[in-house]
């Protein structure tokens, strides 16, 4: 898929583990996993902006577009 998801790098960035950014979006950790791994089909945008707002940073800096 030529989207790929960063939060993995933004956690390392951060310092965060995985659990404590779940906790945090108020979702289980199963379903951040699957955001992480790039097998989610989509992501709401307030789901986004609470990422953006936890991780202190930009929707850029989640999301990035790889031509195949």
């Not at 998801?5 to 379903?31: F, G, H, W």
């Not at 989509?42 to 609470?50: Q, R, S, V, Y």
Request: aromatic letters at 2%.
């Amino acid at each position: 898929m030529p989207i790929v998801v960063n939060v993995d790098v933004m956690l390392a960035k951060r310092k965060m583990q995985s659990k404590e950014l779940a906790e945090r979006l108020d979702i289980t950790p199963a379903n951040l996993s699957i955001l992480k791994t790039g097998k989610a089909k989509g992501i709401k945008f307030n789901t986004l902006e609470a990422i953006c707002k936890i991780l202190n940073c930009q929707p850029g800096d989640v999301l990035e577009y790889v031509e195949e």
